[in-house]
């Protein structure tokens, strides 16, 4: 069974333009992550989905993030407009629906550098 | 404020011999701990789970304590080799299950 997939793998643009990356989850999976990681940290949590539902989105910068989740399947997570300091790697998670705990799948995540 | 505090240092250990990490946390009150691994350029990858009402939880050469007194986690490593080499990142549940808070990570490197 395929793993959590992003695209793209890397992306490179300038200030100021916007930009977008795309997850599709495990099938199942109904609880869904973006996390941003600067170099040398750890994962930060930047929204989490129920399925279509965003019941988390505390730490997204919603002045230039947004994200969607349609059909609570794929995800999108869009930068507009992009700074120097968003240069990162966004990674996307999923996870089973569970009341308790579960071990959270990642992708490869994508490498953003903005110039 | 709430912090997760790991080994800022990489660890560098001879193969063969126990690596241990350590996951610090203060101001949370975590249901459970998680582990997960980390090559570069790669996603995290799930390691161990342990709860808050177990001690100790162990998977072939890996073993994960949890002190909810000294709001502390020992991962443990026996019989390290050169391939265990990577970044290991602890991760707490906060505020509901399935939500993750993560550590920066600590490096190990593991020498022949």
């Known amino acids: 069974e395929a793993g959590v997939v992003q695209s793209p793998r890397y992306k490179i643009i300038e200030k100021k333009q916007p930009v977008a990356f795309w997850c599709n989850p495990i099938?199942?999976?109904?609880?869904l992550y973006w996390y941003r990681q600067n170099l040398g940290q750890g994962p930060e949590l930047l929204i989490r989905?129920?399925?279509?539902?965003?019941?988390?989105d505390s730490q997204l910068p919603k002045d230039r993030f947004s994200a969607e989740r349609l059909k609570g399947v794929d995800s999108t997570l869009k930068i507009q407009p992009a700074e120097l300091g968003d240069s990162a790697v966004y990674l996307c998670?999923?996870?089973?629906?569970?009341?308790?705990?579960?071990?959270?799948?990642f992708g490869q995540g994508t490498r953003l550098t903005v110039v | 404020s709430q912090k997760i505090e790991q080994n800022s240092e990489a660890l560098n250990i001879q193969e063969g011999k126990t690596a241990t990490l350590t996951c610090n946390y203060t101001?949370?009150?975590?249901?459970?701990l998680q582990w997960y691994r980390q090559d570069p350029g790669r996603g995290p990858v799930f390691l161990l789970l342990?709860?808050?009402?177990?001690k100790e939880k162990r998977k072939e050469r890996l073993k994960v304590t949890f002190d909810t007194t000294l709001k502390q986690s020992l991962f443990h490593i026996t019989a390290s080799q050169p391939a265990d080499s990577a970044t290991y990142l602890c991760?707490?549940?906060?505020?509901?299950?399935?939500?993750?808070?993560f550590g920066a990570g600590t490096r190990l490197a593991v020498h022949p």
């Open positions: 998670a999923s996870s089973l629906p569970s009341p308790t705990a579960d071990e959270a799948f």
């Open positions: 099938s199942g999976h109904n609880t």
């Open positions: 989905y129920e399925n279509e539902e965003a019941v988390d």
């Open positions: 101001n949370y009150s975590p249901a459970y």
């Open positions: 342990i709860r808050e009402n177990e």
């Open positions: 991760a707490l549940e906060s505020g509901g299950y399935n939500k993750l808070i």
